[in-house]
């Protein structure tokens, strides 16, 4: 079974700063998709970032960038220029890309809690 | 909608009592979950609709948790005899389609606390 690590469970960061979270994860398999979500207050997870492990090139999105190590099976999220609206739960996920098998659950993290500070 | 709705938003049951929380995809999206996040905890699998196959319950954590989708759409997850343990944030998500590269859509989930 494929299990997703979270080791910060708090971190935080000044405003307009750069942080950065960190996401181990394990698995056999050598086809699947990483995911970062984060979740404000209002409990509702939202996508941040997705990444396909066939893909060698990080994805980014706006501030929001990935370091993906295959290898090393770590994924960490850059959040640059900090903003107070970055305040959230964040959670690291694996999804399996055997199709056949069915995996088309999330498995998830314990999630990071991230401060900004004005 | 534009989004997932769930419903009651938070739900306050004593033990032993019966609770139906309820899940309104978006609309279109043919795979619903349904996770549950317990205090200081990630997200827990319980169970995954996919249009009119078999669902996948190998997350349920015990015979009292059930759920059903009904016409392919609104699904209800349902609790008896609620225990203290069971009392989490019950998320339900739908995703477009069967590709797991497809992301999940979550609603804003429903506080359940058994007093």
């Known amino acids: 079974a494929q299990t997703v690590t979270q080791s910060q469970p708090e971190m935080s960061v000044q405003e307009a700063e750069t942080v950065t979270l960190s996401c181990t994860y394990d698995?056999?398999?050598?086809?699947?998709?990483l995911f970062w979500y984060k979740q404000p207050p209002s409990r509702q997870m939202i996508l941040v970032i997705r990444q396909e492990a066939y893909k060698q090139q990080n994805a980014t999105e706006n501030r929001f960038s990935v370091n993906f190590q295959k290898a090393a099976k770590s994924f960490s999220l850059k959040i640059s220029d900090s903003q107070l609206g970055d305040a959230a739960m964040y959670f690291c996920a694996y999804r399996s890309g055997d199709t056949l098998a069915g995996s088309y659950q999330l498995t998830f993290g314990k999630g990071t809690k991230l401060s900004v500070i004005p | 909608g534009a989004g997932v709705s769930q419903s009651p938003s938070n739900k306050v049951t004593e033990k032993g009592k019966d609770v139906e929380l309820r899940c309104d995809p978006i609309s279109g999206h043919t795979a619903l979950y349904w996770y549950r996040q317990s205090l200081g905890q990630g997200l827990e699998f319980l169970i995954y609709?996919?249009?009119?196959?078999?669902?996948?319950k190998s997350g349920l954590p015990s015979d009292r948790f059930s759920a059903e989708r009904t016409g392919g759409s609104v699904s209800t997850l349902t609790i008896q005899r609620t225990q203290q343990e069971d009392s989490a944030v019950y998320l339900c998500?739908?995703?477009?389609?069967?590709?797991?590269?497809?992301?999940?859509?979550f609603g804003n989930g429903t506080r359940l606390t058994v007093t």
């Open positions: 698995t056999s398999e050598s086809d699947y998709y």
């Open positions: 609709f996919q249009g009119n196959s078999a669902p996948d």
């Open positions: 998500a739908s995703s477009l389609g069967t590709g797991t590269g497809s992301p999940l859509h």
